[in-house]
C-alpha cells in the first residue's frame, strides 16, 4: 500500500475525544558517561489516548527507543537518570513510582513489543513457559487456567494450532511466528498502552502487512493506546493517527498524519520523507534521478549546539537557526513544529 492510498483510506476517521492514557511532559533522560552528559531525551512531551496510534519517527539515535524505556523504566540507574519531567499513566507519575509498584504495571497495565523477537524470547523455555510467567503473575490465574489464556492469545493472534505451539520453543518458530508470540506476550494482560518497537523488524513485506494488520485488529477490538516507533513511513501512513517526529532527542514536529504528510512544516520532516524510494505511475518511464538524502550526520548528544541542532544539516538555516533553537509553534491548528523558518518553506510537493 503507498503512502497516498493509506492516507486516503484514514482521513473519514474520527480521534477519539477521550482524555489521555499517558502523558509524558517535559521528559529529559540523560546519561552520565566519560565523554560527558549525554542528552538521549531532552524536553519531549507528549500525549496518547486510548484506542489511538502514536507514530513516533527518525533516524536512529534520535532517542525513540530511549524514550520508550523511559516509560517502562526499563533503564539501568545510573549511567541513566531523570533530569526533570513526568511520565503520567492514568495520572500517576511513573518516576516516582517504587519498583515494586512498577513491577506490577510493567507487563500487566503497559507493555512493550521489542525489536528483535528471537533475542527477546528466552530460547530454553517453551512457549507456555514463557507466555504463562506473566499471565500467573498479574493476574493471579493458576497454571491450568493460565495455560487456557495462553492458548486464547495465541488464537487472538491468528496463530494455528495454538495449544500444540506451546509446547514449543522459539527455534521451531519462524520469524513472524515469533512476532505474533510476543505480541501475544504483550496483550496477554490487556494493556492499556502497547509500545511497539520496530514490530516489523527483519520481516518479510507480506508478514509484515499482517503483524500491521492484527495490531490494528486489536486496537479496535481492545481500545488498546499505541505508539508505534518505526523508520517506515509507509507504515505511519497507513497506521498512525498522528506522528511525532523526533531529532537529537527532542521533537521536532507533531501533527495529525494527514496533515503531517500532505504540509510539513520542518526541513527535516521534510528531508526524511524525500529520502523513501517511490514508484512512478508510469511504469515504463525509467528513474533516472538520484535518491535525496539529508547531508551530514546527527550531532553528538555530549555536545549539542546552542542553535538548532539541525542547522549544519539544513538548506534553509540562517545565522538566527545557528545562534538560537526554534520553540515548538503551532503552526496550523493541531500542528506544532520548531524551525524559525517553516514561514519562508516553499510548497510542499514529493
Known amino acids: 500500500m503507498t503512502e497516498e492510498t493509506a492516507l486516503k483510506d484514514r482521513e473519514t476517521a474520527t480521534p477519539d475525544q477521550t482524555e ?5 511532559d517535559d521528559l529529559r533522560t540523560y546519561f552520565d558517561t566519560r565523554d560527558g552528559v549525554v542528552k538521549a531525551v531532552d524536553g519531549l512531551s507528549f500525549t496518547v489516548k486510548p484506542g489511538e496510534i502514536l507514530g513516533v519517527v527518525g533516524e536512529s539515535g534520535c532517542g525513540k527507543s530511549i524514550t520508550s524505556l523511559s516509560v517502562m523504566q526499563l533503564l539501568p540507574r545510573p549511567p541513566a537518570r531523570f533530569a ?4 503520567l499513566f492514568k495520572g500517576r507519575d511513573l518516576l516516582k513510582t517504587s519498583d515494586d509498584e512498577m513491577r506490577k504495571i510493567r507487563g500487566n497495565e503497559i507493555s512493550m513489543i521489542f525489536q528483535d523477537p528471537m533475542s527477546s524470547l528466552n530460547p530454553v523455555l517453551s512457549i507456555g513457559d514463557q507466555l ?38 522459539p527455534h521451531q518458530l519462524s520469524g513472524g511466528m515469533r512476532q505474533r508470540v510476543m505480541i501475544a506476550m504483550a496483550l496477554s494482560c490487556n494493556p492499556s498502552v502497547l509500545i511497539a518497537d520496530e514490530p516489523t523488524t527483519a520481516l518479510d513485506v507480506t508478514i509484515q502487512a499482517q503483524i500491521l494488520g492484527l495490531m490494528e485488529e486489536i486496537r479496535d477490538k481492545m481500545k488498546t493506546a499505541i505508539i508505534l516507533i518505526t523508520h517506515d513511513l509507509g507504515v505511519v501512513a497507513e497506521m498512525a493517527d498522528r506522528v511525532l517526529v523526533m531529532y537529537a532527542g527532542r521533537k521536532v514536529e507533531e501533527a495529525d498524519v494527514t496533515e503531517i504528510f500532505e504540509n510539513p512544516q520542518h526541513p527535516y520532516t521534510r528531508g526524511l520523507m524525500r529520502s523513501v524510494p517511490r514508484l512512478t505511475s508510469d511504469f515504463s518511464e525509467a528513474r533516472t534521478e538520484r535518491l535525496s538524502e539529508i547531508p551530514g550526520i546527527v550531532p553528538a548528544l555530549t555536545n549539542l549546539p546552542d542553535g538548532c541542532t539541525f542547522a549544519e544539516r539544513c538548506s534553509f538555516a540562517t545565522d538566527h537557526c545557528r545562534a538560537e533553537y526554534p520553540p515548538l509553534e503551532t503552526k496550523k491548528p493541531n500542528h506544532v513544529a520548531a524551525c524559525w523558518e517553516s514561514k519562508n518553506l516553499p510548497d510542499w510537493t514529493l
Open 20 to 24: 489521555p492514557v499517558l502523558e509524558v
Open 132 to 169: 504463562t510467567e506473566a499471565i500467573m503473575l498479574h493476574q493471579g490465574l493458576s497454571q491450568k487456567q493460565a495455560m487456557d489464556h495462553a492458548v486464547e492469545m495465541l488464537d487472538l493472534v491468528h496463530i494455528p494450532e495454538p495449544r500444540r505451539r506451546l509446547g514449543e520453543y
Open 84 to 87: 526533570s519531567g513526568k511520565i
